[in-house]
Nanobody, 124 residues
């Protein structure tokens, strides 16, 4: 049974940093690409970043480019999202998801499995 568990969310001041973790069981990251998504209150879910299973290629949406870094530890079957220079508009529930694909995308309809989400709040 596939399970994705996010952790690391919390309350942080603008300009601060957080590192989210996505621990996977029931699948391996050399086969599944992993994406991070977020959903703010009253808004649609949006893609943030992803990392491909085949070669570790990463993708970022423009709003987080240069501030967020996605990485993976295959030995731990865990993907991380390092978030720096956080802004109030980054406030959202963050989800990780897995898709059986060699190349990842930030389109949520391609993903097969989802975690329960972790809340990130950026506020002074």
């Amino acid at each position: 049974q596939v399970q994705l568990v996010e952790s690391g969310g919390g309350l942080v001041q603008p300009g601060g940093s957080l590192r989210l973790s996505c621990a996977a069981s029931g699948l391996t990251m050399d086969v599944y690409s992993i994406g991070w998504f977020r959903q703010a209150p009253g808004k649609e879910r949006e893609g943030v970043s992803c990392i491909s299973s085949a070669d570790g290629r990463t993708v970022y949406v423009d709003s987080v480019q240069g501030r967020f870094t996605i990485s993976r530890d295959n030995a731990k079957n865990t993907v991380y999202l390092e978030m720096n220079s956080l802004k109030p508009e980054d406030t959202a529930v963050y989800y990780c998801a897995a898709e059986w694909a060699r190349a990842c995308s930030v389109a949520d309809y391609t993903y097969d499995y989802w975690g329960q989400g972790t809340q990130v709040t950026v506020s002074s």
